[in-house]
T-cell receptor, first 110, second 112 residues
């Protein structure tokens, strides 16, 4: 079953605001991945993290691999309407399948 | 380079009917996966394959069968559809030494 706790479950924000979401686990992961799913589409990979403490950016998105290897964070700066969607975290462990969080539903009001 | 494609995009079945969902990838990936996505339950792994000719069960395999006769294709079969199999189905693939999975656009299945 699911081993990742992703929070918040949903967010309603105004355009221009910054967004933060996170995933935590009781287990250690070697990799953290962040995906975005647009309505009616499949998840798209946004950022991949491979080292504890690593901070990686992709445009207005920044993600961090927690130093304990048990958590990861995603920040979106200056949100825009097209940021609407579901954001998933996923943890990877050697020799094991990816474990997915249940997603954060983001709504951006213009 | 189309990535991961899925057919069909939508399907409505009656209880007891059978169907096959097709996933194709043109990235020469070794691993392929079938997930289902239901509201409030995230992505759940049905079956997966680590290479041509191999398959393995995931979290929720009951009621489904799979085949990987060619490296680029992964088929998901429902032998006797049930309303509980109403869901959105996603296929994904990845390279041998990477954790990064790439998803298809999904198949929306309704069983009445």
């Amino acid at each position: 079953g699911q081993q990742l706790n992703q929070s918040p479950q949903s967010m309603f924000i105004q355009e221009g605001e910054d967004v933060s979401m996170n995933c935590t686990s009781s287990s250690i992961f070697n990799t953290w991945l962040w995906y975005k799913q647009d309505p009616g589409e499949g998840p798209v990979l946004l950022i991949a993290l491979y080292k504890a403490g690593e901070l990686t950016s992709n445009g207005r998105l920044t993600a961090q691999f927690g130093i304990t290897r048990k958590d990861s964070f995603l920040n979106i700066s200056a949100s825009i309407p097209s940021d609407v969607g579901i954001y998933f975290c996923a943890g990877g462990r050697f020799g094991s399948r990816l474990t997915f969080g249940e997603g954060t539903q983001l709504t951006v009001n213009p | 380079n189309a990535g991961v494609t899925q057919t069909p995009k939508f399907r409505v079945l009656k209880t007891g009917q059978s169907m096959t969902l097709l996933c194709a990838q043109d990235m020469n990936h070794e691993y392929m996966y079938w997930y289902r996505q239901d509201p409030g339950m995230g992505l759940r792994l049905i079956h997966y394959s680590v290479g041509e000719g191999t398959t393995a069960k995931g979290e929720v395999p009951d009621g489904y069968n799979v085949s990987r006769l060619k490296k680029q294709n992964f088929l998901l079969g429902l032998e006797s559809a049930a309303p509980s199999q109403t869901s959105v189905y996603f296929c994904a693939s990845r390279e041998w030494e990477s954790y990064e999975q790439y998803f298809g656009p999904g198949t929306r299945l309704t069983v009445t």
